[in-house]
């Protein structure tokens, strides 16, 4: 055991297991006799622990230095000290996972834990078989095997901004074609995050109005009392509030187009006014007198069931038919197999730029991950996902580290717990090699005879394979 | 489908545009807003507005909202019932002290207005008073509620009536704590020379509070931080941290690692000042009862994580921020959380973003108005506005803010805003 201000170099001990980068653990609290106890099954197991007293020094060494894993030392009854572990851990870079040490461990604990992501939960006095296995489990977590990144390519549709090679998506490149040049209204169906406003765009981007305006309304984002005069725009003075003129986005839309997303969550009241401004191709601001002509194309969207709402009342029928000249319907994430991993890839490009980082590779568990993952966000979930673990990525690989915490430990919307069956056979092969490559470290002959082919074949498919 | 499973939640503006706004319903109103349920949280323009509630699980809060009334209601009767039996004793400082006490729990529960009225009642008693102390009591308590209300020019002046009083009657601890707030007072106008001195002075009657000489310690680290005097303010918190240290102070010294965090984040060594505000957060952790403090080290976090770049990361901080304001009903750090949203959203150039600025408006114009704040926010909306070409709107934003502060009266807020009104082009 070492003092984390006075840190001694690591000794593997001679029967650790290899390959695997060294187990750092930080044990924080005044439990020394046990401390001492873990420190010398964590360097049986090839690993290091270092302790401090409290959790001020914790947080400062923490910051300082990569850990692998973080014991606390905790009282029975301590799930608000562990939530603010937990959350603590969500901040950092390269987190390390977290484990409770707790002199008589409660299922309600171990409940709370690892809803908050906590690896486990051990009693004070360790079992050491409990502690080794559960070092044995951190460290094959780490070792992963690196996949090269798809190449994200955009499709000429829609100015070059639509990635997708799936063919859940082909009809709606179609559709996009077919409308585009038209001057009809479009319904887009799907839903939340599958894109609606992109595909609204590149309609926009493809037809004759692109070098008029392109103005995009969140329905669903702006309060009801706000939404008319968004839309219509008003005059000085004619509500509370109204501190100036303004101009409704179907005025700044005209000889463009307007996009209205989530049309489905606007009341009655407002979707009479829309129905007019379309039928009409005038518009009046709130507390205005004169109707303003509008030279608009409207393309809406929704993520709900409008011909339900109709039945239900809520949706004006006359409107739904104005709207859905065109109806294109977009994929779930879900439904469009490998585009996950190409939308990935163009996110890791797309947000490495923004955050100057630069991604060359993927991991196999990162993969695993990804495609095991529900998606019920689609393609916005999918880049807030891909954002946040750029933030948090130290490296030119995506790792399983990298992506929600709670996916690791099951407490994630997950699809399957194995890996996804949409899984290629090249897919599969290049997972496996580069697990088999890792093992070796980049041995091709002895990868060769552990995979039973031919050095040569090898080395050819590690060059198709990119890996 | 039964009928029931087809019953959606009401969103709690629309709950609130249905309960009219009677006294008697605002605790009601209050709970509603506590209780309600996050909507998905994917959702970017979420604000409280937006948030769900079902009725039927209102049912079974109602008992314990009123619990929660009726507790603070019999505290404020107990504290009326003691300064009736000190009238009745002739003992009329403690007949003032316990009026300051029931001012105080309104503060508690952000009922500015109920705060004002006892304190007023409490400070007529106190100036007829041979004993000056409950007058300099009461004076300072007038002073710190402007203060929250951001009213700074008459905070500033009942602080100066309580400082006088104070050193003309050699009460050391008075005069210090009346110079503390004038320091607060200028440390929030951004006129720091003038805080530094403040904190100085209150030093200088050496009263026997450590906790007292912590607080302005603290306020003299943060005034030479905000001067770019950078060794002496950390000096000066260091001072803060052993005092509070000293006598186990979880509250100040989650204030002063804020302070330090924020000095961190200035020499742009942001690993430490993340580390800091953690630490603050943990001394914060055990005590309950202080969200604004809360809400204001995550606000820091939040900026830390813009200034980094990390805007994902900001924005899930202002939304756990959001969580604990509403959940605690603070009013105006919600209107302040939403004004910092419609400015991460301007930065994105992302029109929507208008959604906060308004929300924000609406909280700052409640039962309890927040003028200064209100006029910020406009100020920024116009900024806002601006940032996305639309002069006409930014011009008649920025307009507003300064007939507010003209009302109100702050000068270096409203020398803010005519300076940013002569940069736009003529619309």
């Known amino acids: 055991m070492t003092n984390a201000a006075t840190k001694t170099p690591q000794h593997p001990a001679s029967d650790a297991p290899d390959h695997a980068p060294p187990l750092r653990v930080l044990a924080v609290g005044d439990h020394t006799r046990e401390f001492r106890e873990l420190a010398r099954f964590t360097e049986a197991e090839g690993g290091v622990l270092h302790t401090t007293p409290d959790s001020s020094r914790a947080l400062r060494i923490l910051t300082q230095e990569r ?95 639509l990635v997708a090679e799936s063919p859940a998506m082909l009809p709606v490149f179609r559709a996009i ?49 706000l939404l008319e005069s968004e839309l219509f725009g008003h005059e000085k003075g004619a509500f509370t509030g109204a501190v100036g003129r303004k101009i409704g986005r179907f005025e700044r839309a005209t000889t463009g187009t307007l996009f209205l997303d989530e049309i489905g969550d606007m009341s009655l009241a407002l979707q009479g006014k829309i129905l007019r401004a379309v039928q009409e191709r005038e518009v009046e601001r709130v507390g205005g007198s004169d109707p303003i002509p509008v030279d608009v194309r409207l393309i809406a969207a929704t993520n709900g069931d409008l011909p339900r709402l109709i039945a239900d009342g809520r949706f004006r029928e006359d409107l739904y038919y104005r709207l859905a000249v ?31 980082k630069s991604f060359t590779g993927i991991t196999d568990q990162a993969v695993d991950l990804l495609r095991g993952h529900e998606w019920a966000g689609n393609v916005r979930e999918l880049r807030n996902v891909v954002e946040r673990s750029v933030l948090v990525a130290d490296g030119p690989v995506l790792r399983a580290e990298h992506l929600p915490e709670e996916w690791r430990t099951g407490g994630g919307r997950t699809a399957h717990a194995e890996p996804s069956p949409l899984a290629t056979m090249r897919d599969v092969e290049a997972r496996h090699i580069a697990r088999v490559l890792t093992h070796t470290e980049g041995q091709i002959g002895e990868a060769a005879r552990i995979l039973g082919v031919h050095r040569n074949t090898l080395a050819r498919k590690i060059r198709d394979y990119g890996l | 489908m039964s009928p029931e499973a087809r019953i959606s939640p009401l969103q ?96 508690q529960v952000g009922r500015g207005t109920q705060a004002h009225a006892w304190y007023d009642q409490a400070l007529r008693i106190a100036e007829t008073l041979r004993d000056r102390r409950p007058e300099i009591a009461a004076l300072r308590r007038f002073g ?70 912590a607080h302005l310690h603290l306020g003299l680290g943060e005034a030479a931080r905000a001067r770019g005097q950078f060794e002496t303010a950390e000096e000066q918190l260091g001072r803060a941290q052993r005092l509070f240290a000293a006598h186990g102070d979880d509250v100040g ?99 929507t973003g208008f959604v906060f600025f308004e929300k924000a408006i609406e909280l700052c114009r409640g039962p309890e108005p927040t003028p200064r704040l209100e006029a910020e926010v406009y100020l920024e909306y116009g900024l806002f506005r601006k940032q996305l070409g639309e002069l006409e709107e930014a011009e008649a934003y920025l307009g507003r803010a300064r007939e507010i502060l003209e009302a109100i009266g702050n000068g270096p807020l409203l020398a803010r805003v005519d300076a940013e009104l002569a940069t736009l082009p003529t619309v």
């Not at chain 1, 939960?121 to 094959?140: A, M, Q, W």
């Not at chain 1, 209204?185 to 609606?196: P, Q």
């Not at chain 2, 009657?169 to 805080?195: I, T």
Request: hydrophobic share 45%; glycine share 6%.
């Open chain 1, 177 to 225: 074609a077919q409308v585009a040049p038209g001057t009809a209204s479009v319904l887009i169906l799907g839903e939340s995050g599958t894109g609606k406003e992109l595909i609204a765009q590149a309609i926009h981007a493809d037809s004759p109005r692109a070098t008029g305006p392109f103005v995009a309304v969140n329905c669903a984002a702006i309060p009801e009392n």
């Open chain 1, 326 to 356: 065109v109806t294109i319907t977009l994929p779930r994430l879900a439904e469009r197999g490998d585009d996950l991993l190409a939308l990935t890839a163009h996110f890791l490009d797309a947000f490495g730029r923004q955050y100057h």
């Open chain 1, 67 to 161: 850990w692998t894993l973080l014991l606390v030392q905790l009282d029975d009854d301590t799930g608000d000290r562990l939530a603010w572990w937990a959350e603590v851990l969500r901040r950092m870079s390269g987190r390390p996972r977290l484990v409770a040490l707790v002199p008589t461990p409660s299922i309600g604990l171990a409940l709370r834990a690892t809803a908050l992501g906590v690896l486990e939960v051990l009693s004070t006095t360790v079992d050491r078989e409990r502690y080794c296995e559960l070092l044995r489990r951190v460290r094959d977590a780490e070792r992963e095997a690196t996949l090269p990144l798809p190449t994200a390519r955009a499709q000429s549709v829609g100015g070059g901004r």
């Open chain 2, 144 to 213: 710190d509620l402007k203060t929250r209300l951001g009213r700074f020019d008459i905070a500033a002046r009942y602080y100066q009536r309580s400082l006088a009083i104070a050193e003309a009657e050699r009460d050391r601890e008075g005069s210090a704590r009346a110079c503390h707030g004038l320091g607060e007072v200028a440390l929030a106008q951004a006129k720091w020379q003038g805080a530094g001195s403040w904190y100085t002075r209150g030093l200088q009657y050496e009263a026997d509070d450590p906790s007292l000489a």
């Open chain 2, 12 to 107: 709690v503006e629309q709950a609130l545009r249905l309960l009219p706004e009677v006294d008697a319903l605002a605790p009601l109103r209050a709970f509603l807003v506590s209780t309600s349920r996050g909507r998905d949280a994917t959702q970017p323009y979420r604000t409280v507005g937006t948030r769900l509630l079902l009725p039927a699980d209102l049912t079974h809060a109602v008992p314990r909202a009123i619990a929660r009334v009726t507790e603070h209601l019999r505290a404020l009767y107990d504290a009326a019932v003691e300064a009736l039996q000190a009238e009745q004793e002739d003992d009329l400082p403690a007949a003032v002290a316990s009026l300051l006490r029931a001012g105080e729990l309104e503060v």
């Open chain 2, 253 to 351: 010294l989650a204030r002063v690692l804020n302070a330090v965090g924020d000095l961190e984040a200035l020499r742009e060594r942001r690993p430490e000042a993340l580390a800091r505000y953690q630490e603050a957060f943990a001394h914060l952790r055990p005590v309950a009862g202080y969200p604004q403090l809360e809400i204001a080290i995550r606000l820091r976090i939040c900026q830390l994580y813009l200034d980094w770049g990390r805007l994902p990361d900001a924005e899930d901080e202002i939304r756990r921020a959001e969580e604990t304001a509403i959940v605690h009903n603070a009013t105006p750090e919600l209107a302040r959380l939403y004004l910092v949203m419609g400015q991460v959203r301007g930065r994105q150039e992302d029109d």
